[in-house]
């Protein structure tokens, strides 16, 4: 019997273990059950309906776990392969808790079979098995051959050429052994103090011999540290297992060690033992294994069943050899050094040179305005090579006191402005040429002037201190000052106010002057202009004593401009007004009526005011808007000079334009780009004709005549002047061009050339030409007799140029360097340049422009006087810089 209750919700946690059963959830079914029953057929079975789910739920409580279990295994045993899966995953386990005897007896058959099938279907399966076992034993036996031919030819090396070596080399012929042999039975001296026998896996001492009178610490100690210094090797460069500590050296003692399957034998050799007591030790090892194999492989600390183990290490510290009488080697003494003491002197002089040049070197280097770039020795001879300013010492009188023989010694010194205060110091003196009163001095590598001097000299020091490069010392003139009155400085003060006014937008200063200690000025000024009165501020001006009279005006700045715009038109929030390239230009959209008032102020500004552009204010109507820009592209091409416009019209979207282009003129087309005019939708027709044009006339005339320098071509007032002197031939031509011009109405006014006479140059150039500044042999500064010529020779270059930029032209001078043929023809093209280099620094010093000057180093090939002459004279007039004159 059921009830109306709701149906059993079950608990939704499923318990922790699948075999245990969820206890609260069984309880909680129990009671709903019980809730369910009629009372009144509680005792009847039948009472509990067969189909009700709270059944099959109480079942899946109490054994839902072991029926899943169940249906598990029964699956696990129909499947082969999931069967095999589990048995293969308990299988190690299994195996390795089953009884070694049984479990060898069981599998040996399978293992010999499946082995016997493998090697049978792949001899190489053996190969690659036996290989890590055969090869280190293998490895090892041919390092060890190695090393005893090795040690065999040192040893035989070593006494080749001594007494004993004589000796031994007839016992070898008298024997019939090799002389190695006897060599290395008589030289090799050695004795083995200590045998070890350690267990290979445990590390635990086996057993320890010693030999006679020979001393160590507790064996098992040493043991122990052998094993730890194995393990350590092995483990920290990834070595293999089967591998082992082979050799270690200390002094006069060796440590060989043998490593066998269950133990290791190492001997303690003091002296030189030969490479053949590797195969008694490996002998002993092996015997020791043969007698012993099962005890060894058992060994857990107690040796009493490997008594006899000491009785073979014992043969292995009797093992020995006597020391050997050697002879001094006295033939190997004496030819070594009669090779050693010629190399030692040759050496010693040769090092005893190098050091001289080096301190010649490093005294170079420490000396102000050279720098070293490039110093070598070779072949006896010392090269150098580097930068040298002209006020440097001379690098050749450093040589003095450095035991350098100066004809050994090539240089090669390239000139340049050193800016170290010392130098610059000197070339502003030489320039500047400061009074008395100033004083220059270096102070914290700066140069720093004190003292008082005019403003001209106070000027010209401002400028060379502007043009000083940016890598050199500060040259300050804060202490220098002005000799001036006062009222000097107070005019220097009011001119500073009206420059200062002058630059202000919105005033112009028409009338300034200064009297009786009073200053006025008058002109013009715009009311948006900033006051006057508060420019006086700062500039120590007395206020009281200026008297100004202004006359208000509108300024025709686009800042005024632009200002007086924006109070007029008023804007939309969608047009900005700004400044660009001196024109105002309108950006954005507005109305029509906004529009018209904007072009009409823009036809209203003054013609020398800025250009107002509302060009990109779009129009709400597009054909308005396209209307406005074919007309703006119109009014643009009508503008152009050499550009008439015959004929424009707008019909069907489309603009049509005809009339007459110069083909000097600009491009109709180009002129399209920023006018918002689709290029596509105009169509013009432009005939060709020659602008009369003052500005189309002076381009043709200029490409036609080609004048010179001297000439210059200008328009004024309409009218074309040519004025400037030039050679008669072209004034001619432009006589001839004047007469056509004049036909179509154009005036070339030619009357103001002037007929070029070079007379007066042409003589200065002759006797600067033949002008030449001469050297001593090897030098590359001038005598002092050549002062005077130099003094000469910079006042006929400076008149010169003078008189040519009068003339028109500009004039080059080239200063050239010449040499005589001593010496390499390098060095003498170097040293020609070098010359000229040291000729232009004396012209400079002596206001000759730098820029006019130009040099070149000719050498020995462009000589004053041939050289097979051969004479003294001839040479000392080639060691000169000779000087050309050339006019562009």
Known sequence: MTSSVDPISLPQKAASNDTEIDREALARLLIEIARNVDPDHRAR????????????????????????ELSRVTHLLDEPEQLAAAVGGVLPSAASLAPHAQLGEALAPAVERAAQRSIQK??????????????????????????QTFQSLNESLRHIFTWHGLKWRFEAWRTGTSFSEVVLNHSLVYRVEHVFLIHRTSGLLIAHVTAENATSEDPQLISSMLSAIQDFVRDSFNEKEQSGLDTIRFGELRLWSEVGPFATLVAVIRGNPPEELHEIIRDALLRIHEDCSQALEQFDGDSSQLAGVETRLQTCVELQHADSNQGFPWLVVTAVLLVLIPAGGWFFLSWQTGQRWQAYVSRLETQPGIIVAEQKVRGGQF???????????????????????????????????????????????????????????IVDDRIVAE????????????????????????????????????????????????????????????????????????????????????????????????????????????????KRLTASLYPTDKVRLSIVNGRIVAEGEAPDTWIDRARAAARQLSAGGPEFDISKVRDVSPDARAAEHWQYYVSRLEAQPGIIVAQQTARGGHFYISGLRDPLAADPQALLSGTEVDPARVHSQWQFYQSLDPKFVVKRLTASLSPPKSVRLSIVQGRIDVVGEAPAGWISRAQAAADQLSADGVVLDVSQLRELNLAELNHLRESIQTTDIFFSSGRVVPGAEQTPVLDRLADQLKEFAQNARKAGVTARFMLTGHSDTT??????????????????????????????????????????VPENENSRTGNSTNRRVSITVNLE
């Not at 290989?131 to 060890?144: N, T, W």
């Not at 000299?457 to 300050?476: C, H, K």
């Not at 070098?834 to 000729?839: C, G, W």
């Not at 010093?845 to 050498?859: D, H, I, N, S, T």
């Open 823 to 864: 010496g390499r023809e390098t060095a003498n093209a170097s040293i020609s340049a070098a010359r000229a280099e040291t000729v232009r620094a004396l012209l400079n010093k002596r206001g000759v422009a730098p820029e006019l000057l130009q040099v070149r180093g000719a050498g020995t090939f462009e000589p004053a």
């Open 451 to 562: 003292g008082e001097a005019t403003a001209t000299w106070i000027d010209r020091a401002r400028a060379a201190a502007q043009q000083l490069s940016a890598g050199g010392p500060v040259f300050d003139i804060a202490r220098v000052r002005d000799v001036m009155s006062p009222e000097e400085r107070a005019a220097e003060r009011w001119q500073a106010y009206v420059s200062r006014l002058e630059a202000q937008p919105g005033i112009v200063v028409s009338e300034q002057k200064m009297r009786d200690g009073q200053f006025y000025i008058a002109g013009l000024r715009d009311p948006l202009a900033v006051d006057p009165q508060s420019l006086l501020s700062g500039t120590q001006v007395d206020p009281a004593r200026v008297h100004a009279s202004w006359q208000f005006y509108q300024s025709l700045e686009p800042v005024f401009v632009l």
């Open 45 to 68: 079975l039948e009472g509990v309906p067969t189909a009700d789910p709270r059944m099959e739920t109480l079942r899946q409580l109490l054994v839902g776990g072991e029926i899943s």
């Open 383 to 441: 090269y150098i090579a580097g930068l040298r300013d002209p006020l440097a010492a001379d690098p050749q009188s450093l040589l003095s006191g450095t035991e350098v023989d100066p004809a050994r010694v090539h240089s090669n010194w390239q000139f340049y402005q050193s800016l170290e205060p010392e130098f610059v110091l000197k070339r502003l003196t030489a320039s500047l040429t400061p009074p008395d009163s100033v004083r220059l001095s």
């Open 122 to 147: 792949n001899p190489s399966t053996l190969t690659d098995i036996l290989y890590p076992v055969f090869l280190p034993a293998i490895r090892k036996s041919i390092g060890e051959k190695i090393d």
